[in-house]
């Protein structure tokens, strides 16, 4: 069986899963404060935005939901007029990740309508949490006690809403469980000509990681080039056998 038919097959049940994140030269995704800031280019915000117009839904964490204007969109309507030409809806699906419940109800992307927002949760989300977040997302499946149990929720996410792609745009907490779940079959990074430093300065694949090298995934290049003063390297999963 080729690479191809491995990886069809190994996404028959599930989406295929795309992780896509901007780091700087130490590999961090915000500095030390945890504030969500821009620090890429706008060919990487473009990069972003070409990425979600071949997927069926955007994934992200509450944290980054919560830090401001985030909708989770395909943004303006050339990259809507693009999802269609590829066959998919105008608007992707929006999925937040929040396991304790906490995403506030509040946020930004709850004010804009223009496609259905699922919110995964584990049980360690409050029964008062998860009415709470009932009352502005479409849906609210709890998958897992204490962590989210990624393998049911993409499951769920394939067999009752369609994603046959799927994008994670961070954070480090989440990307770090798609990982070690050994669930991401395409990595795009940017990195980005600068240094931000500091223990608690949140990194690519940030929680438990793995506690030994034979159990951290293996990655192949798949293309590697530099753009102004930024480099665009995208990986494939490795997969046993190759």
Request: proline share 4%; glycine share 10%.
């Amino acid at each position: 069986m080729n690479s191809r038919s491995r990886i069809r097959t190994a996404t028959s049940r599930r989406p295929f899963v795309l992780m896509n994140a901007a780091i700087t030269a130490d590999g961090k995704i915000a500095t030390a404060n945890r504030a969500i800031s821009s620090f890429s280019s706008a060919r990487d915000r473009e990069h972003m935005l070409e990425l979600r117009a071949t997927v069926d839904a955007v994934m992200s964490g509450a944290r980054t939901v919560d830090s401001g204007p985030v909708n989770l969109g395909p943004g303006p309507a050339r990259f809507r007029r693009i999802r269609l030409k590829n066959g998919l809806a105008e608007h992707n699906l929006r999925v937040i990740v929040s396991g304790g419940g906490s995403v506030d109800p509040g946020s930004e992307i709850f004010k804009h309508r223009f496609s259905p927002i699922l919110i995964l949760t584990t049980r360690r989300a409050s029964k008062a949490a998860r009415q709470r977040l009932q009352t502005v997302a479409d849906a609210v499946r709890v998958c897992g006690r204490h962590e989210i149990d990624f393998h049911a929720a993409l499951r769920w996410l394939r067999g009752e809403w369609g994603v046959k792609r799927l994008l994670c745009e961070g954070g480090g907490e989440v990307n770090d469980a798609l990982f070690r779940a050994g669930l991401v079959d395409e990595l795009h990074l940017t990195v980005c000509p600068k240094i931000f430093g500091g223990q608690e300065a949140p990194t690519l694949a940030d929680g438990t990681g793995f506690r030994r090298l034979a159990d951290s995934p293996n990655l192949q290049i798949q293309s590697f080039r530099r753009i102004g003063n930024e480099v665009f390297a995208i990986f494939q999963r490795r997969r046993t056998g190759e």
